[in-house]
């Protein structure tokens, strides 16, 4: 059965760092563009950054652009997302998803993880 898992979440202040992780099963990662989303109460999901199979293209929404780095480690199953600079709009669900290209990724993904929380206060 295909699954993402998120952890790394938790309760930071501003300014602090947070390193969010996505662990895939049932599926060959490697295959796959995979991305991050968040979504802050009574608010849409948005886009936080995306990065591609093969070449590792990273995409990144102007509101983290410079401040977070999406990695991946395909040998590990694995999707990081590592947080610095940390603002209070940052404040979400974090989930982590797989697209079949980047453009499926953007739009529909293929598979969603079920969601991490990021909390930061002043």
């Not at 099963?25 to 995979?34: P, T």
């Not at 999901?45 to 990695?71: M, Q, T, W």
């Not at 998803?97 to 969603?112: E, I, K, M």
Request: one cysteine or more; hydrophobic letters at 40%.
């Amino acid at each position: 059965q295909a699954q993402l898992v998120e952890s790394g979440g938790g309760s930071v202040q501003v300014g602090d760092s947070l390193r969010l992780t996505c662990t895939a099963s049932g599926i060959a990662v490697e295959n796959y563009a995979l991305g991050w989303f968040r979504q802050a109460p009574g608010q849409e999901r948005e886009f936080v950054a995306a990065i591609s199979a093969g070449l590792e293209i990273a995409d990144y929404a102007a509101p983290v652009k410079g401040r977070f780095i999406i990695s991946r480690d395909d040998t590990k199953n694995s999707l990081y997302l590592q947080m610095n600079t940390l603002k209070t709009e940052d404040a979400a669900v974090y989930y982590c998803a797989a697209g079949t290209n980047s453009r499926r990724l953007r739009t529909a993904p293929n598979l969603w993880g079920q969601g991490t929380r990021v909390s930061v206060s002043s």
